[in-house]
Nanobody
Framework: VQLQAYGGGLVQAGGCLRL?????????????MGWFRQAPGKERELVAG????????HYADSVKGRFTISRDNAKNTVYLQMNSLKPEDTAVYYC????????????????????WGRGTLVTVSS
C-alpha cells in the first residue's frame, strides 16, 4: 500500500487548507485512516482518525470544531479539511492506514498504523 499526501502550504492564521491522501495498492475501504502531525521538537500526534466503517471519527482536542476528516472510498482518498488555522497548527502532516483494525474502531496510536505516507508541510503564519 502506498499513500501520497498533498495539499500543504503556507497560509495565514484564520485561513483554511484541505489535505488529501491518495492510497494505491490495497483495499482502501478496509483501512482505518488517520492524519498525524509532527512539529519541530515535538512528538508525532494524532490529529484526526476515521474508522473503516460507520463514519466514526476521533479528533485531538486541539482541533475539534476546526478540522474535519472524511473519506471517499470510490476515490481511495482521505481528506483533512482544516479551518480557522492557527500558528500552532504548523507541522508536517502525515496520513496513515491501519488494515488490522476492527471496522468500527478508530486507531488512535501511531504504532497501530502499518502504512504511512510522506508528509506534507503546513505552515500557518501569524
Amino acid at each position: 500500500v502506498q499513500l501520497q499526501a498533498y495539499g500543504g502550504g503556507l497560509v495565514q492564521a484564520g485561513g483554511c487548507l484541505r489535505l488529501s491522501c491518495a492510497a494505491s495498492g490495497g483495499t482502501f475501504a478496509s483501512y482505518g485512516m488517520g492524519w498525524f502531525r509532527q512539529a519541530p521538537g515535538k512528538e508525532r500526534e494524532l490529529v484526526a482518525g476515521m474508522a473503516q466503517r460507520g463514519g466514526i471519527t476521533h479528533y485531538a482536542d486541539s482541533v475539534k470544531g476546526r478540522f474535519t476528516i472524511s473519506r471517499d472510498n470510490a476515490k481511495n482518498t482521505v481528506y483533512l479539511q482544516m479551518n480557522s488555522l492557527k500558528p500552532e497548527d504548523t507541522a508536517v502532516y502525515y496520513c496513515a492506514a491501519d488494515f488490522k483494525v476492527f471496522p468500527f474502531v478508530v486507531p488512535l496510536a501511531a504504532p497501530e498504523y502499518e502504512y504511512w505516507g510522506r508528509g506534507t508541510l503546513v505552515t500557518v503564519s501569524s
